[in-house]
């Protein structure tokens, strides 16, 4: 695993980068995703685009999670409306964070 440097943090969603490679990674409980810049900049559109209204329904817990589908049929993530509204955010301030470092260096 590379040295990497925290961009930002919301709630339990923590996204960090690697300067000498690239890759940002996202963790959120005990998942890790990491993606090139690319593929982040999609995966955030990606899920920019999901509706929480749209894609949630109640669990049997009684909350309402929205379901993140992966092409494994049999990995789904799920997040809470605040989970959900922390990931997303999270991203959208990592990548302001990443062009004003690209401005800087």
């Not at 999901?50 to 009684?62: H, L, V």
Request: charge should be negative; aromatic fraction near 12%.
């Amino acid at each position: 695993m590379c040295e990497t440097i925290i961009l930002t943090q919301k709630g339990a969603t923590v996204i960090s980068h690697c300067p000498d490679c690239g890759m940002l990674n996202i963790w959120h409980h005990n998942l890790l995703l990491c993606f090139s810049p690319s593929q982040f900049n999609s995966f955030q559109q990606f899920t920019n685009d999901m509706s929480f209204e749209d894609r949630s329904f109640p669990f049997p817990d009684g909350s309402e999670r929205v379901v993140l589908c992966t092409p494994n049929r049999d990995i789904n993530f799920v997040f809470t409306r605040e989970e959900w509204d922390d990931f997303n955010s999270a991203m959208v301030e990592s990548l302001y964070l990443l062009e004003i470092h690209a401005l800087l260096v």
